[in-house]
């Protein structure tokens, strides 16, 4: 998922749980006075007094310090970004799974004083801001002029926060053989991206591959986005990256891949699980009136209810559906399109 600045309409209150001290202080120098610090917790007992007694709007935590007490900070609606600076690092994507709104590499203090990737952490928390308030509304490139139907049909699917282990159920419903290609968009650092392909493969039947440019889709394949722009599925069956605008939210975007497929491809499958915002719904109501089997996941199995919350009241999901069925669902309507 590309960083994309945008200036803060106000100031963030800001938690910080670390056992490091001095990524602690580094912490502390980047987010300087951009943003307010509100407390520090460096061991679980601490962090879970802290934001009971003073909730912040952001959490900033330690992949390893991911445990049962974070996750019930996210349960009651705390927002938290996980520190880490390695895709395998421990509860990276456990973080995810249950709601993390992303993950990024720490700043650094050097040997010689200097602060590194102080720009990279202030970027993202500027970013986060309008999802943590109103999402701006998601802006898609437009298709190119013509259709064409592709001869391998497609399972389209949008995820976002707490999409690791949505996705990972999902797929574990696909059957082997599947004569679709399925193709993911999931908002994600671009450092993270190999590993999340990795973790899904440990969990698919369906061999899992980062979607490069220029890529044939094939049938019982997952092509999952890469952050090389926008993904989309081309006339010729191959993957293609557009640019992004300049205010885009997601890069990649949901809506943007299902514009494509709504435009290129003859009715098949598609969902959109869990995720902060509303990307997606609008692309999936595009394919919806092409005739595509459309799916929002349903509240109580969502870790965050934004984006299918969106697809569900717009009218673009056909059905909303427990996140146990989804993978069942798609291959069987999939199917369907293939005999028809």
Request: with cysteine.
């Amino acid at each position: 998922m590309q960083v994309l600045f945008m200036q803060p309409e106000r100031r963030v209150k800001i938690a910080i749980v670390h056992s490091d001290r001095l990524t602690r202080e580094a912490i502390r120098r980047a987010i300087g006075g951009d943003h307010s610090l509100v407390w520090v917790a460096t061991e679980g007992r601490e962090f879970d007094k802290l934001r009971r007694r003073d909730p912040p709007d952001l959490i900033l935590i330690e992949a390893a310090m991911v445990d049962a007490k974070a996750i019930e900070s996210r349960s009651a609606g705390q927002n938290w970004l996980v520190l880490a600076g390695d895709d395998n690092a421990k509860g990276v994507y456990e973080a995810l799974s249950a709601g993390a709104l992303g993950h990024v590499p720490p700043p650094r203090l050097e040997p010689d004083g200097q602060l590194t990737g102080a720009q990279r952490l202030m970027s993202r928390i500027h970013r986060l801001q309008s999802l943590i308030g109103e999402p701006a509304a998601p802006r898609v490139a437009p298709p190119p002029a013509g259709k064409s139907a592709l001869p391998i049909p497609v399972i389209g699917i949008g995820a976002s926060t707490g999409g690791p282990q949505a996705l990972a159920r999902v797929l574990a419903g696909l059957p082997a053989g599947l004569n679709a290609a399925v193709m993911i968009v999931q908002h994600i650092d671009a450092d993270f991206s190999t590993g999340l392909v990795e973790w899904l493969a440990s969990h698919s039947i369906l061999p899992v591959q980062l979607a490069r440019r220029g890529d044939l889709i094939e049938p019982g394949r997952v092509y999952l986005a890469a952050n090389q722009g926008h993904m989309v599925l081309l006339p010729s069956q191959q993957i293609g990256y557009l640019a992004p605008l300049k205010n885009d939210l997601h890069v990649p975007s949901v809506d943007t891949l299902f514009q494509y497929l709504a435009d290129h491809h003859r009715p098949a499958s598609a969902a959109v699980l869990t995720g902060m915002g509303s990307d997606g719904a609008q692309g999936l109501l595009k394919l919806r009136h092409r005739g595509w089997y459309t799916i929002a996941q349903d509240e109580a199995s969502s870790a965050v209810y934004g984006m299918p919350r969106a697809a569900a009241e717009c009218g673009a999901a056909v059905q909303v559906l427990p996140l146990s069925a989804i993978g069942q669902s798609l291959a069987r309507h999939v199917s369907g399109a293939i005999s028809r």
